[in-house]
């Protein structure tokens, strides 16, 4: 299973970016996707999902209101659109998937596979 992200960047606060995730080596449209975040420093925390089975999205406070996830399972491929981005969005961001039941639909634990990152810099 690989999982490959692309589309993290410089900008300033304010803009938007969008990543992209996409998958090969699993039928993608049976695995549950999300984004998780790792700044400097800190722990990795959870930031959106959206489950295989309806598409019902899930997103973390601080960024519900300005992040949307979003799959496209024709093209194995899961995209996080970030608008109003602020500098404490700065952090490496990695996609994962898994099969997680509805209530671990936020834990990092409960997703199997992982991609390598893509790094997201907001400037003041």
């Known amino acids: 299973v690989q999982l490959q992200a692309s589309g993290g960047g410089l900008v300033q606060a304010g803009d938007s970016l969008r990543l992209s995730c996409t998958a090969s080596?699993?039928?993608?449209?049976?695995?549950?996707m999300a984004w998780f975040r790792q700044a400097p420093g800190k722990e990795r925390e959870f930031v959106a999902s959206?489950?295989?089975?309806?598409?019902?999205?899930y997103y973390a406070g601080p960024v519900g209101g300005r992040f949307a996830i979003s799959r496209d399972n024709a093209k194995d491929t899961v995209y996080l659109q970030m608008n109003s981005l602020k500098p404490e969005d700065t952090a490496i961001y990695h996609c994962?998937?898994?099969?997680?039941?509805?209530?671990?639909?936020?834990?990092?634990?409960?997703?199997?596979?992982w991609g390598q990152g893509t790094l997201v810099t907001v400037s003041s």
């Open positions: 959206v489950r295989w089975s309806n598409s019902n999205t």
């Open positions: 080596g699993l039928t993608f449209s049976r695995y549950s």
């Open positions: 994962a998937a898994g099969t997680p039941i509805i209530s671990e639909i936020m834990n990092s634990s409960a997703f199997a596979h």
